[in-house]
């Protein structure tokens, strides 16, 4: 009997033995989990003895068991760098969803210092280390030892700036782009949120609103149509118009109407950080006498926003803005009434998938 035949009886005794017990008379199943947990430590023991027969065997038996997973993908292509036979034919259809496998993997363990590592992982990594140098520093082999080492972040952006173009891993890469790459797209939300007046105005206190908005937007850029409605009864003051005598305010009531643009800053996966602005037309009665006008003004904002996007193409926003106030009344307030807004806003977008996948590949859609 040849050697490949006997390691080949060692694993499945190995694999049998780890699962036979407490399982008499009954029929044994294996999973995939199983088998991984099994394979990934007899790669480990048999690589580092430098049985390479044996590491061969175990890849094509653990293949067979569970296809093409990321951890094997991985062994393949660190194997056949280390013995410097490395070719696109290690590459199998799917390379690129294993690579977000194994960056995203890393990324929760970066996060998660706690989080046990296991002994296949470490030995990859320390593998990818040790085979790096012998290579340049533009080829793909480097990179790949680089992504699998200590800088999974790379990787993407070399594909990006062209560096592979040739590679199976970059032709799938730019496929899955192109599919998701963003013209267009439209949102709209409900907004609630508070209206804080300073200078003269503070004198009627803060008052809640709600409203909505409807736009869309191209690449990083928001164009947005909101109207809303302030309420609840003001705190009684008087207030000075033009021409005649001091007036008490006795009731509160305003709307607004305006556009917001929003430029987004950064992504990473559901989180996104923007710069915001806009301008719009302000009206507020604050008498309950129709004789006396409404207090109209223009108005030009900034500030900024978070979004939290959930996994359905919705959106839980928060703006803080700043709100420059031109009084066209003729009232006494003029240049002593701006107000900080602050909104929360519930909202759907027709590009919220998308944009989360793009963000997976570090893509920047500009």
Known sequence: MNMKKIHFIFIGLCLWASFSQGQENQRLVLTCEDVTENCATLFVHYYKAGNMDSVAIIMDYWEEKCGNIEQIQRARILCAIDQKRYNDAVLKAGILE???DYKEKEEENSVDSKKDTDAFDIFTQQLADSIM??????????????FYGKNPDRLFKRIQNREFDESTLAQEYFSEVDKLKINGFFHIAVLVGAWIPFGKMSEFGPHPEIGYSVGGGVARFNFDVSVGYRFV???ET???????????ADRFSGYFLGVDIGVSILRKRQHELLCVGGFGYESLNVVSDKKIPA?????LNFGAGYRFHFQSNTYLGVQVKYNVVHYLSGSAFNDSGNALLTRVSFGWTSRGKKARELSRLQYDYK
């Open 295 to 299: 207090i109209e003004s223009n108005y």
């Open 238 to 248: 008087e207030i000075q118009y033009k021409d005649l005598p001091p007036i008490k």
């Open 233 to 235: 009864h003001t705190s």
């Open 98 to 100: 294993n690579v977000l």
């Open 133 to 146: 140098n012998r290579y340049s520093k533009t080829g793909i082999s480097y990179a790949w030892c680089e």
